[in-house]
Antibody
Framework: QVQLVQSGAELKKPGASVKVSCKGSGYIFDGYYIHWVRQAPGHGLEWMGWITPNIGGTSYAQQFQGRVTMTSDTSLNTVYMELSNLRSDDTAVYYC???????????WGQGTTVTVSS | DIQMTQSPSSLSASVGDRVVITCRASQSINSYLNWYQEKPGRAPKLLIYLVSSLQSGVPSRFSGSGSGTDFTLTISSLRPEDFATYYCQQSYSAPFTFGQGTKLDI
């Protein structure tokens, strides 16, 4: 079946970086954008950006510019989201999601909890 | 950036009720409006895309309408599994912003 599987939970100190992976299966991985969305505790969904796995094109939300890097490895059907210079308010569940041809996120990863704490 | 405003922020209802959630965009987004359902500890789930198209497998008691800047999600007859948080999202232009969510509880 079509699915996205993310890497496991991370505990990081302020100032560190985190890299979350998202592996697709059950569909032609190159054919769909992958978006990243996060949800801080008690907050709503926040769009972070997207990547086109085949060419590695990216677009990032302004509030993450300079701190986020999205990359892809099509040989592994995997995309990565790296967030640097972590702060306590980066503590959140990070999701990857497939961008369907109908301009919506139709398949989601299970989420990766990133905790930033000294 | 396009701002998405949902109302109400929370809503109490009962099984069998008809529920309407509204979403307003700060500018016209044509028909690029999606609805997601989120339950605690689970990833969001796409319910409706492009205003009114039902995602595969989603029950027909869910429906969407609207155009331009004003949109609604209607649940015709609430079932116990529908108690969750609902988000609208615009897919017209990046950043693809979400509404703040509507928590639906008993």
């Amino acid at each position: 079946q079509v699915q996205l599987v993310q890497s496991g939970a991370e505990l990081k100190k302020p100032g560190a970086s985190v890299k979350v992976s998202c592996k697709g299966s059950g569909y032609i991985f190159d054919g769909y954008y992958i978006h990243w969305v996060r949800q801080a505790p008690g907050h709503g969904l926040e769009w972070m950006g997207w990547i086109t796995p085949n060419i590695g094109g990216t677009s990032y939300a302004q509030q993450f510019q300079g701190r986020v890097t999205m990359t892809s490895d099509t040989s592994l059907n995997t995309v990565y989201m790296e967030l640097s210079n972590l702060r306590s308010d980066d503590t959140a569940v990070y999701y990857c999601a497939r961008w369907a041809n109908a301009y919506a996120m139709d398949v989601w990863g299970q989420g990766t909890t990133v905790t930033v704490s000294s | 950036d396009i701002q998405m405003t949902q109302s109400p922020s929370s809503l109490s209802a009962s099984v069998g009720d008809r529920v309407v959630i509204t979403c307003r965009a700060s500018q016209s987004i044509n028909s690029y409006l999606n609805w997601y359902q989120e339950k605690p500890g689970r990833a969001p789930k796409l319910l409706i895309y492009l205003v009114s198209s039902l995602q595969s497998g989603v029950p027909s008691r869910f429906s969407g309408s609207g155009s331009g800047t004003d949109f609604t999600l209607t649940i015709s007859s609430l079932r116990p599994e529908d108690f969750a948080t609902y988000y609208c999202q615009q897919s017209y232009s990046a950043p693809f912003t979400f509404g703040q969510g509507t928590k639906l509880d008993i």
